[in-house]
């Protein structure tokens, strides 16, 4: 079975840059999408086919997808952005897998 | 605008049924392919099940296969789950999501999760 594999937490001051890597067996050659995950709450699409932001998403959220890894950049972090990250692929187009999720903690 | 509210979770015992409902509105449901994602308690997303616009087509992930179907009533702008023979590590929250229009899978819309506890 096809596994994503993210880091489990990621600590950043705020005003700095935190990076979030997703690694899986030729990751680059399938789509990712990133998704924001507060308390108590559904999941929030934060990035599409690796670079794409939705509408509503500020624009110091970026991805990047190469190789194994594919990457979320939040630069300038916020207090607001303090959250659960999970990555997502689809593997031959009908199956999706999540990665295991990262929590970002800005102290 | 879009929402997505998910009902008929509660507590079902080991073997029982079960059946989630997700009803859309604030867009053309019967154009857009709709996804379940889980989420047991404390722990990550894990994909379920997807169904394309017209319900022709379903695809599992294999935890579920052969006990879950997923199905849509377009007439009633409404997704659905029917979850048979469940166990324990099915207890989740029940997430119903919308597909984006783009050209590879991703879900652009979430509801609100609906909680299943098995348990005896």
């Known amino acids: 079975s096809y596994e994503l594999a993210q880091p489990p937490s990621v600590s950043v001051s705020p005003g700095q840059t935190a990076s979030i890597t997703c690694s899986g067996d030729k990751l680059g050659e399938k789509f990712a999408s990133w998704y924001q995950q507060k308390p108590g709450q559904s999941p929030v699409l934060v990035i599409y086919q690796d670079t794409k932001r939705p509408s509503g998403i500020p624009e110091r959220f970026s991805g990047s997808n190469s190789g194994n890894t594919a990457t979320l950049t939040i630069s300038g972090t916020q207090a607001m952005d303090e959250a659960d990250y999970f990555c997502q692929a689809w593997v031959s187009g009908i199956a999706g897998v999540f990665g295991t999720g990262t929590r970002v903690t800005v102290l | 605008e879009v929402q997505l509210v998910e009902s008929g979770g509660g507590l079902v015992q080991p073997g029982g049924s079960l059946r989630l409902s997700c009803a859309a509105s604030g867009f053309t449901f019967s154009i857009y392919w709709m996804h379940w994602v889980r989420q047991a308690p404390g722990k990550g997303l894990v994909w379920v099940s997807r169904i394309n616009s017209d319900g022709s087509s379903t695809s599992y992930a294999d935890s579920v296969k052969g006990r879950f179907t997923i199905a849509r009533d377009n007439a009633k702008n409404t997704l659905y789950l029917q979850m048979n023979s469940l166990r324990a590590e099915d207890t989740a929250v029940y997430y119903c999501?919308?597909?984006?229009?783009?050209?590879?899978?991703?879900?652009?819309?979430w509801g609100q999760g609906s909680l299943v506890t098995v348990s005896s």
């Open positions: 999501a919308r597909e984006g229009m783009e050209s590879t899978p991703y879900n652009d819309h």
